[in-house]
């Protein structure tokens, strides 16, 4: 038998699956701690079923020597838990393949890949230890070995996530782990799997954040103290790490009856001068129109995180799609100034939120983020970020007797005052408004009053991040893409230049709306451009038609759930750059 995983990339692809409860989110989470304690780059990405148990999820794990920030079809190693392992991973298995498994679960499941399976008796070994529910720790001991990964440092990791030394708890599976180490240590000396990787210096001062505690960070850099919202995949994440440090940031939470609730809650809290956050899917924000129509009109800076799953309605509740983005532009009746964001990586992410912040106090107007459930649910090893970067400001002024909360403005912000701070009334209202928040029927002051608050677009215009641009700067092809889309649009071209196309540069927008000034110009210099974005109808390609005029050439698109990997990215990018490539 060969080895196993391929030689010398110094790159693993690991697969991990099981049953929903069978742990396989504990695995990932211990392994990806320890891999980056030895040295090594992580990333990891989740793909789950709507389920509570039974099914199968999975999780994608690259362990490697140098920086990975996207997912690949390739697996070098796979580790199931269980039988019954789904056709998106069985797909994905080729010759290079090491198939980690139990016979006794899998039983003759994977007799076509004989050759491949590397058997490991994880259910005895967990027995052993007391029951079959240690078949997962089984598991790290076996690949903390195999990535020589020292034995203290397994028992450390184990023990401090299950509660330390001399707990029941802890000693068991700490005994499940050092099993399945001694096995790992047996195939590393038998020379059946050896993963040939090489430890990095810089790891050490790296951090290691999911895509939900990177918009939950921002979000406190960017002041955050107020946070509500209504359970919904996959977006609940961001409240439940604000909830569990709230003491510690300051911030109040609430967990609200519905969304409608909680947009209503942040317009109140923002009009009593706090800085809120709401944390959504599209169900969510679908129900929240009206309250972020208030927010525009009363001129509350509200925070709205939307984190995309497929629709329509509940559609596909843990997966992932670029299907919202139609929806941000346009949610809420009538016109008003709003600035939406759209990170495509996790320092992104945590800037994208600190801005939004940023953006919605200066120009009084809602800010959106848009994450999407594979951005959110990944995770990997990154440089501490610079937190003063996007500051926000404090643009609350102490009122004074005659205070006007709505005063004409040049630039469309009048100052703002909250109740409590200073001596003048604070008003407020849905209808149509004077400038002290009086309700008038007044068709010359609602021309007036709607052009003030519009004006602001022009600032927020001006203020709009530059996209970013990856790659030659004389290119001649431009490849366009927008969110989470762009780490695996980094690699796949990387993949197509050193296959020889070194005439292709990547556009990424962090910023969707309003587009910055050079949109146009980027793209004007491009022969070809190709957009790849995550949904049907091409949402952001047509949203740069009505802002440019300029229509991509080709596009390539994918909505089945499943994010993006690399090879594919590459494949179709391929295809839809040549000069006869066709709408994908």
Known sequence: MANYPRANLGDVSLVLCGAAGQGVQTVEQILVKLAKAAGYHVFASREYMSRVRGGSNSTALRISSFPVRAPVDRIDVLLPLNRGVRSHILERIDGGTAILGDPEELGDEFRRWEGQTVPVSFLSLAREVGQALFAGVVAVGVLAALLEIPREKLEEALRRHFGGRGTDMADKNWAAGARGYAEGEALRRSGRLEMDLVADPAVEGAILVSGTEAVALGALAGGCDFCCGYPMSPATGVLQFLVAQARRFGVVTEQAEDEIAAINMAVGASYAGARPLVSTSGGGLALMGEGISLAGITECPVVIHLAQRPGPATGMATRTEQGDLDLALYAGHGEFPRAIFAPGTLEEAFFCTQRAFAQALKWQSPALVLTDQYLVDLSHDLPIPDLERHATGDYLIETKEGYRRYAYAEGGVSPRGVPGHGEGLVGADSHEHDEEGHVREDFALRQ?????????????????LPPVLVGPEDYRCLVVVWGSTRPVGEEALARLARRGRKDTALLSFPQVYPLPPSTKDFLARAERVVAVEGNATGQFA???????????????????????????????????????????
């Open 448 to 464: 007036r009053m709607h052009a003030k608050r519009m004006k602001k677009l022009e600032g927020l215009t001006r203020d709009a």
């Open 542 to 584: 047509r949203h740069l038609f009505l802002a440019t005029g300029r229509r991509p050439d080709a596009s390539v698109r994918r909505w089945n759930g499943l994010a993006f990997s690399v090879e594919w990215v590459a494949q179709e990018l391929g295809k839809a750059l040549d000069e006869g490539g066709e709408m994908a």
